[in-house]
């Protein structure tokens, strides 16, 4: 069985760091795209980006030159490393798999491409 846990939520002052985990078990990591996605309330949950199973990133408009996803295979571990946060980057944060084959240049975007999500982790941007 899938499944993705995420951590390192918090409270932030503006301008401040953060970095975001997501352990997952029960597939073969290394294969597929992982994603991440936040939600605020009251808004829909919006794309924050994705790293394809070989490495390549995308980002949304908003948080690209801020935010940085990674990957630790061997440890089944994505990241989002925030950095220079903004109010507006309060929200939940979801880590999400892609379980379908993909080119190695296939950006996963939407949310309906992701198979399993995890429960997410709150993130506060505030003074």
């Known amino acids: 069985q899938v499944q993705l846990v995420e951590s390192g939520g918090g409270l932030v002052q503006p301008g401040g760091s953060l970095r975001l985990s997501c352990a997952a078990s029960?597939?073969?990591?290394?294969?597929?795209?992982m994603g991440w996605f936040r939600q605020a309330p009251g808004k829909e949950r919006e794309f924050v980006g994705t790293?394809?199973?070989?490495?390549?990133?995308r980002y949304a408009d908003s948080v690209k030159g801020r935010f940085t996803i990674s990957r630790d295979n061997a440890k089944n571990t994505v990241y989002l490393q925030m950095n220079s946060l903004k109010p507006e980057d309060t929200a939940v944060y979801y880590c999400a798999v892609d379980l379908k084959y993909r080119g190695s240049y296939y950006y996963a975007t939407g949310s309906y491409e992701y198979d399993y999500w995890g429960q997410g982790t709150q993130v506060t941007v505030s003074s």
């Open positions: 029960g597939l073969t990591f290394s294969r597929y795209t």
């Open positions: 790293i394809t199973w070989s490495g390549s990133t």
